[in-house]
């Protein structure tokens, strides 16, 4: 239906963006094993300026330790906290508490907040939580997931992620990897547990923060340049245990989309369960600006053309982590389905 | 034609009220005299600030809009529906501004720094009863609407400015248009230097119903100081001797604000037509190839059962489209729903409306004080100083504040950012009530809130 009024200023994939993120609510995941100290993070965050007006999203008040002198009514679903916050327990579907949460900020029952910051319980795993965000049928028009961010405590991090498959999900996933708690561990541990979070995360900034304390930019900020670059310091394959890889695929030349889209939804339809995450900014033949693509398993986010290349760099990148997938593989699919379109 | 407004003063007032016109010589001394005089003594306080980035609660929004500045307008700040950006010869980028009411007739600002705007020049209107809700601006020639209060009072018609010297406006010409029956103009479209297409009423004109007083009329301006009427149209019933009916009122007194022309919009693409919003008899596509005789093309009108006051025609030539809005005109929503309606144009005589732009609850909204609803939407004015876009429609909804839609998808307009400032202090309805919107091209967007709360200038983040 779209077809009959087409825009000639739009690109291939609707308007062209001036971020990733369009209009659309940015979306805080911060995730981390039991005792971490995610919700100290939260805290501090929501009460620095960049935090006004925040919603959070939480499994159970009390695991999020908010000041009961904060809660207006300990009964209500939503309660506000200081600073234009406010705060929503999830106990089972996070999908109904966050449509419940949208719906109350346009009819102006509760502050119109800017951001969203959802709070895992420490055992989840982050990919399921990633879908939801995927598509307009769930909650991709409204909202956005900006940055997945781990938090890890310094003293007995490295024995958690040995320890348990899920803390070493959450770091791989991750945007972001805050090592918590550095004040009470000796600085050998830190430095171990930032070798071994490279080794598992390699693509993922890292950094230390005491006492929760930490720059608010770094929850708040959109996905940066920074970011991107980290995306391209991996240059090789890297293993991790449970047959997890990560690796980055580059391209020199603009990318004809069709063949693409047409390799992923192969890769998808065949492996989709194995394909963890994977996002990239392309350049595609024929799009102005660069094409920002993401795929969390079964479920390709739909793609979006920014109105400009963030730097001099035209080269397509995109970072691939999935379970017993290789590089080379999806590599010679894309390969495979160019040769046959250019066929 | 060339009558100018009557000179400022109360002893003149009912003299001036009792002739069709105000007299010539009286208004030559003081139109010229009056504009540069006034303009140091009341440009020279303006309130400036910036509130926090992030207004919170339900009351405030700020959603991916910024606001980089506000100015109250020297304490005048009660504003209409012209806005035009001219950049003056030395550079400086002047926003001109038509003002709601009585006492001043506009206000210009250098917004050359749209984070410290700066009042240049305000000026008076000579008679309390009049308003110069309308002007637009091609080069350095600017021309105000100029509206009375009831019927038969004067001066009302229009003026052309030269604003070379911007903080010297010097008057042209004013055109009369004040007669028994004629409340003067309400609202003009001058963008190709040569035409100034107006809602106006004409000493000629008798309408079957005094609300129906103001038509489409098109004045050739080629020569400013000498305007000459080339054409004008009304709607068939609405004029005393009219071989049609009248047409049938809407409900009375709440609904019933009259069939006579809003906006009159002619943009280059089509330089022979004209989106014409008519109030409550809908809104028309003319052809006015033959600038004498208008011809309507279509009509589409939504009411009943919608509460009429349709106000802007927005033509998206290469997407087929029109944006049309209504104007909410009773508090409390009293007249809600008021919207921002896409209508599908493959068909030129028959438009199709398809969707509108979604508002928030009305039960929101309803209590706040004022008006709630549509009004304006940014026009993608004609001018190298005008941001367009066919994707995205930006609107103020009084006490629903600016919001913007992604219409990318005709049929499903999508809200991407809303601006809902606090109430200006001194407001008498206890709400913003944001009255008209401008994008220059720079993606600067200027509101202005309809009784005291001036100027506001943000950035579009989205």
């Given at each position: 239906?779209?077809?009959?009024?087409?825009?000639?200023?739009?690109?291939?994939?609707?308007?062209?963006?001036?971020?990733e993120?369009?209009?659309?609510?940015?979306?805080?995941?911060?995730?981390?094993?039991?005792?971490?100290?995610?919700?100290?993070?939260?805290?501090?965050?929501?009460?620095?300026?960049?935090?006004?007006?925040?919603?959070?999203?939480?499994?159970?008040?009390?695991?999020?330790?908010?000041?009961?002198?904060?809660?207006?009514?300990?009964?209500?679903?939503?309660?506000?906290?200081?600073?234009?916050?406010?705060?929503?327990?999830?106990?089972?579907?996070?999908?109904?508490?966050?449509?419940?949460?949208?719906?109350?900020?346009?009819?102006?029952?509760?502050?119109?907040?800017?951001?969203?910051?959802?709070?895992?319980?420490?055992?989840?795993?982050?990919?399921?939580?990633l879908?939801?965000f995927a598509?307009?049928?769930?909650?991709?028009?409204?909202?956005f997931v900006?940055?997945?961010?781990?938090?890890?405590?310094?003293?007995?991090?490295?024995?958690?992620?040995?320890?348990?498959?899920?803390?070493?999900?959450?770091?791989?996933?991750?945007?972001?990897?805050?090592?918590?708690?550095?004040?009470?561990?000796?600085?050998?541990?830190?430095?171990?547990?930032?070798?071994?979070?490279?080794?598992?995360?390699?693509?993922?900034?890292?950094?230390?923060?005491?006492?929760?304390?930490?720059?608010?930019?770094?929850?708040?900020?959109?996905?940066?340049?920074?970011?991107?670059?980290?995306?391209?310091?991996?240059?090789?394959?890297?293993?991790?245990?449970?047959?997890?890889?990560?690796?980055?695929?580059?391209?020199?030349?603009?990318?004809?989309?069709?063949?693409?889209?047409?390799?992923?939804?192969?890769?998808?339809?065949?492996?989709?369960?194995?394909?963890?995450r994977a996002k990239g900014?392309?350049?595609?033949?024929?799009?102005?600006?660069?094409?920002v693509v993401q795929f969390v398993?079964?479920i390709a986010h739909p793609p979006v053309?920014?109105?400009?290349?963030?730097?001099?760099?035209?080269?397509?990148?995109i970072?691939?982590?999935?379970?017993?997938?290789?590089?080379?593989?999806?590599?010679?699919?894309?390969?495979?389905?160019?040769?046959?379109?250019?066929? | 034609?060339?009558?100018?407004?009557?000179?400022?003063?109360?002893?003149?007032?009912?003299?001036?009220?009792?002739?069709?016109?105000?007299?010539?010589?009286?208004?030559?001394?003081?139109?010229?005299?009056?504009?540069?005089?006034?303009?140091?003594?009341?440009?020279?306080?303006?309130?400036?600030?910036?509130?926090?980035?992030?207004?919170?609660?339900?009351?405030?929004?700020?959603?991916?809009?910024?606001?980089?500045?506000?100015?109250?307008?020297?304490?005048?700040?009660?504003?209409?529906?012209?806005?035009?950006?001219?950049?003056?010869?030395?550079?400086?980028?002047?926003?001109?501004?038509?003002?709601?009411?009585?006492?001043?007739?506009?206000?210009?600002?250098?917004?050359?720094?749209?984070?410290?705007?700066?009042?240049?020049?305000?000026?008076?209107?000579?008679?309390?009863?009049?308003?110069?809700?309308?002007?637009?601006?091609?080069?350095?020639?600017?021309?105000?609407?100029?509206?009375?209060?009831?019927?038969?009072?004067?001066?009302?018609?229009?003026?052309?400015?030269?604003?070379?010297?911007?903080?010297?406006?010097?008057?042209?010409?004013?055109?009369?248009?004040?007669?028994?029956?004629?409340?003067?103009?309400?609202?003009?479209?001058?963008?190709?230097?040569?035409?100034?297409?107006?809602?106006?009423?004409?000493?000629?004109?008798?309408?079957?119903?005094?609300?129906?007083?103001?038509?489409?009329?098109?004045?050739?301006?080629?020569?400013?100081?000498?305007?000459?009427?080339?054409?004008?149209?009304?709607?068939?019933?609405?004029?005393?001797?009219?071989?049609?009916?009248?047409?049938?009122?809407?409900?009375?007194?709440?609904?019933?604000?009259?069939?006579?022309?809003?906006?009159?919009?002619?943009?280059?693409?089509?330089?022979?037509?004209?989106?014409?919003?008519?109030?409550?008899?809908?809104?028309?596509?003319?052809?006015?190839?033959?600038?004498?005789?208008?011809?309507?093309?279509?009509?589409?009108?939504?009411?009943?059962?919608?509460?009429?006051?349709?106000?802007?025609?927005?033509?998206?030539?290469?997407?087929?489209?029109?944006?049309?809005?209504?104007?909410?005109?009773?508090?409390?929503?009293?007249?809600?729903?008021?919207?921002?309606?896409?209508?599908?144009?493959?068909?030129?005589?028959?438009?199709?409306?398809?969707?509108?732009?979604?508002?928030?609850?009305?039960?929101?909204?309803?209590?706040?004080?004022?008006?709630?609803?549509?009004?304006?939407?940014?026009?993608?004015?004609?001018?190298?100083?005008?941001?367009?876009?066919?994707?995205?429609?930006?609107?103020?909804?009084?006490?629903?504040?600016?919001?913007?839609?992604?219409?990318?998808?005709?049929?499903?307009?999508?809200?991407?950012?809303?601006?809902?400032?606090?109430?200006?202090?001194?407001?008498?309805?206890?709400?913003?009530?944001?009255?008209?919107?401008?994008?220059?091209?720079?993606?600067?967007?200027?509101?202005?809130?309809?009784?005291?709360?001036?100027?506001?200038?943000?950035?579009?983040?989205?």
């Amino acid at each position: 239906m779209q077809e009959l009024f087409p825009s000639p200023a739009a690109g291939r994939f609707g308007r062209r963006q001036k971020r990733e993120r369009g209009a659309r609510i940015p979306v805080t995941v911060v995730t981390g094993f039991l005792g971490a100290g995610k919700t100290t993070l939260v805290k501090h965050f929501l009460a620095t300026p960049e935090g006004a007006g925040t919603a959070v999203l939480i499994n159970e008040f009390g695991e999020a330790g908010i000041d009961d002198a904060l809660l207006r009514d300990s009964t209500e679903k939503t309660v506000l906290l200081g600073n234009g916050c406010l705060c929503c327990n999830f106990r089972s579907d996070l999908q109904v508490a966050l449509h419940r949460l949208v719906v109350d900020r346009e009819r102006g029952v509760i502050p119109h907040f800017g951001r969203v910051l959802i709070e895992t319980s420490g055992l989840a795993d982050p990919s399921p939580i990633l879908t939801t965000f995927a598509t307009d049928r769930a909650l991709g028009g409204e909202l956005f997931v900006e940055a997945v961010i781990a938090v890890i405590a310094a003293a007995d991090g490295v024995k958690t992620v040995e320890k348990f498959a899920e803390a070493r999900r959450q770091v791989m996933l991750a945007d972001r990897i805050v090592i918590s708690k550095t004040d009470i561990a000796d600085e050998e541990a830190a430095d171990t547990l930032t070798t071994r979070l490279r080794d598992l995360n390699p693509r993922a900034r890292v950094i230390a923060a005491d006492y929760g304390r930490l720059d608010p930019a770094w929850i708040a900020d959109a996905a940066s340049a920074r970011d991107g670059a980290a995306f391209l310091a991996e240059a090789a394959e890297v293993e991790h245990t449970d047959g997890v890889k990560s690796f980055t695929l580059t391209e020199d030349t603009p990318l004809a989309w069709e063949p693409f889209a047409r390799a992923m939804e192969t890769l998808i339809a065949l492996r989709g369960a194995d394909l963890l995450r994977a996002k990239g900014l392309l350049n595609v033949a024929g799009c102005r600006g660069p094409v920002v693509v993401q795929f969390v398993q079964h479920i390709a986010h739909p793609p979006v053309e920014l109105a400009a290349w963030p730097d001099a760099d035209r080269k397509s990148r995109i970072v691939f982590i999935t379970r017993d997938i290789g590089e080379r593989e999806v590599r010679d699919l894309l390969a495979a389905v160019r040769g046959l379109a250019k066929a | 034609m060339s009558k100018r407004p009557a000179k400022k003063a109360k002893a003149s007032a009912k003299k001036a009220a009792r002739k069709s016109a105000g007299k010539p010589k009286a208004a030559k001394k003081a139109a010229p005299k009056r504009t540069p005089k006034a303009a140091p003594k009341t440009a020279t306080k303006t309130a400036t600030k910036t509130p926090a980035p992030h207004l919170a609660g339900p009351s405030n929004v700020t959603w991916n809009f910024k606001l980089i500045a506000h100015d109250t307008l020297a304490g005048f700040g009660g504003m209409g529906e012209g806005m035009a950006v001219q950049v003056a010869k030395d550079g400086r980028r002047i926003l001109w501004l038509a003002h709601e009411s009585a006492p001043k007739n506009f206000t210009a600002i250098d917004v050359s720094d749209p984070r410290k705007p700066k009042v240049i020049v305000q000026t008076d209107l000579p008679q309390g009863h009049m308003r110069s809700n309308s002007l637009e601006l091609t080069g350095d020639i600017m021309a105000v609407a100029y509206q009375t209060q009831k019927t038969g009072q004067v001066p009302a018609g229009f003026e052309l400015f030269d604003v070379s010297n911007p903080e010297n406006p010097k008057s042209i010409s004013f055109t009369d248009c004040s007669g028994a029956h004629s409340r003067g103009v309400h609202q003009l479209w001058f963008c190709d230097g040569e035409y100034v297409h107006m809602a106006a009423g004409a000493p000629d004109f008798k309408p079957t119903h005094e609300l129906d007083d103001q038509f489409y009329r098109i004045f050739d301006v080629r020569n400013p100081s000498k305007p000459t009427e080339v054409g004008r149209w009304w709607m068939p019933g609405t004029r005393e001797g009219d071989n049609a009916p009248p047409p049938p009122r809407h409900q009375k007194p709440a609904l019933d604000k009259g069939f006579r022309a809003h906006n009159t919009n002619v943009y280059p693409e089509r330089p022979d037509r004209c989106y014409l919003g008519y109030i409550d008899a809908g809104m028309y596509v003319m052809d006015i190839s033959d600038k004498a005789h208008p011809k309507p093309l279509c009509r589409w009108d939504n009411s009943p059962p919608y509460t009429g006051f349709t106000h802007t025609v927005l033509p998206l030539f290469e997407r087929n489209l029109l944006v049309v809005t209504d104007e909410s005109t009773n508090n409390n929503a009293a007249d809600w729903p008021k919207l921002v309606w896409l209508l599908d144009l493959r068909d030129e005589k028959h438009p199709v409306p398809i969707s509108t732009c979604p508002l928030p609850p009305v039960d929101a909204f309803s209590s706040r004080g004022g008006r709630f609803g549509a009004h304006n939407i940014h026009e993608n004015t004609p001018s190298p100083y005008c941001w367009h876009s066919d994707q995205i429609v930006v609107g103020t909804f009084f006490n629903g504040g600016l919001r913007a839609y992604d219409i990318s998808n005709a049929y499903q307009p999508k809200e991407v950012a809303a601006f809902v400032p606090p109430a200006p202090a001194l407001s008498p309805v206890g709400a913003i009530q944001l009255n008209d919107v401008f994008i220059d091209e720079r993606e600067i967007v200027y509101t202005v809130d309809r009784f005291t709360g001036g100027l506001y200038i943000l950035e579009m983040d989205f």
